[in-house]
């Protein structure tokens, strides 16, 4: 999906090794969830992954890490951000 939607995004995260795994997305999960969304909303978050199964497509989650990447993408591309770095910036 990000080498089709965005290009510049997925060339950097070749060129710093391969990270398009997504697995720093986890962590900005539960890092979003804790930080920036009240805790009722939290369930809703939850709720329309889960339901979004049946309703809309299994892949969902991938859309919202997706999303995630892309709200934080200017940020990642300004300072060419590889894996690690991500997830020194989400930790902090």
């Given at each position: 999906?990000?080498?089709?939607?965005?290009?510049?995004?997925?060339?950097?995260?070749?060129?710093?090794?391969?990270?398009?795994?997504?697995?720093?997305c986890?962590?900005?999960?539960?890092?979003?969830?804790?930080?920036?969304?009240?805790?009722?909303?939290?369930?809703?978050?939850?709720?329309?992954?889960?339901?979004?199964?049946?309703?809309?497509s299994?892949?969902?989650v991938?859309?919202l890490?997706?999303?995630?990447?892309?709200?934080?993408?200017?940020?990642?591309l300004?300072?060419?951000?590889?894996?690690?770095d991500?997830?020194?910036?989400?930790?902090?």
């Open positions: 999906m990000i080498q089709i939607l965005d290009s510049e995004m997925f060339e950097l995260m070749h060129q710093n090794g391969d990270f398009t795994h997504f697995y720093f986890y962590r900005w999960f539960l890092l979003d969830f804790k930080r920036e969304l009240l805790y009722d909303d939290v369930f809703s978050v939850w709720e329309t992954i889960w339901a979004a199964k049946h309703v809309a299994a892949h969902f991938l859309f890490a997706l999303a995630l990447v892309q709200s934080y993408r200017d940020i990642i300004a300072h060419s951000m590889d894996f690690t991500i997830i020194k910036f989400f930790n902090g």
